[in-house]
């Protein structure tokens, strides 16, 4: 109804040696229906090609503006269309989002690389475990 | 070795539930634990406003933490959208005290339950229910009308309070044994916690009571007046307004333009988190609060605004205070003689 859209600043690439490196659609306007297409949006998707190993593959989404759990939730469905070994790297702004992912990734079993936080920005890096394991 | 019985937990991470999950654990099922995101959970909202506890500490999300305490897996459901919207505005089942669809929305949920007990190949659903614990949701008649409304009679178990109850499918299928289930009833909490320290659970969340905005009196009330001055609301409202409704004191000047004032920091920085395109005011020299003003002010409408801003800023006692309001590019100065009092209390939701 009443509210458009909030400004985001383009989010700055991270230095990369990949050289397959798409770019998708940025941020949206922010409704309902938006929040669910904006997580299911792969911002960089890297290293995805035919032959190349899993940890090559790197998925990196953009949460910032998204409250908690929705950056949790991106990750969990950027995690269930990756393939084992592959990484997803989540970027988000909501200050529950850093403790959120340990508890995430210590009950799910997938392997949390790496935790920086720079700022108001938690950058999350998370590797994807096998299909089908026991419980953690 | 027979295969292992996969089931779907409902997981707020309350005592109860997590009871429930650690209970099936040890039956030897394979647990999936879900927890629905709504959107009017006051734990995130108090997250997202940096508030914290007595400790100084930032509100964990408890569902996380249980499902990582009894090791678990754990799926979060976002069932915040036009579906919810629908049944939160017009309850089949009616609301609660306050605009609490408790059985409609239990509904929506078993629903998303079911769905995905086909998608993981589960053979039922469980929850922390306690028979009698909450007067509008877990009664006995309450129970069987929402198993029977999402069509799952029969298959879900309220292992706590199973031993009270019809046994489900299940129990006579031989899926749990259903004397190492549980005969607890109503509102106390004692045996739960004697369980919880039975089964070797390390610690637990305090009460859930009130953990949802849609019991809160204040909260209905602002989400009346919403409703109310909304046309065909069930279409046109977001998840965002519904945030919006726990953030902040709640101000309406006219049928379409309504405001918020910042109470601290945290609320100041979701309002300007969540401006979206409406105008957002502060004192320009003076320490004070944010507004957001949502809807299409006129300049007096505007002024007025600023007005109350400088009203609950340091600037208060001053004659004159100058508010800047901005909306995007656009940016305003505004001198105003601050505004408190019945004339301001007049204007909340």
Redesign the interface.
Known sequence: ???????TPPLPLAATRHKSLRTIAPPG?????D??ARRSQVVHRVGARRGAKPEATLERIDCR?L????P??AL?EAVARSAPGERVEVRAD???FA??VQ??T????HTLEALDQEGGLSIARVRVAARDQE?? | MSEKIRAIGMLSGGLDSTLALEIMKRQGIEVIAVNFYTGFCITETHRRSGWKNKRGEVPRNEALVAAADVGVEVELIDIAGADYNRMLLDPRYGYGKNVNPCIDCRIFMFERCKALMAERDARFVFTGEVLGQRPKSQRFHTLRLIERASGLEGLIVRPLSARMLPPTIPEQEGWLDRAALYDITGRSRTRQMALARELGLASWPSPAGGCCFLTDENYARKFRDLVSHTEDAASTLTHEDFLLLAIGRRFRLDEQVVFMVGRDEGENAALQRLARGGWLLDAEEVPGPTALVLGEPDDAALERVAAVVAGYGKGRDQPRVTVVAQRGELRRSLEVAPERGASVDALRV
């Open positions: 109804m009443l509210l458009c859209a909030r400004p306007d922010g409704s309902s229906t929040r669910s503006g409250y908690c759990p929705e949790l939730i969990q909501d200050p529950g403790d959120d508890l995430w210590r009950a799910t079993g419980e953690p």
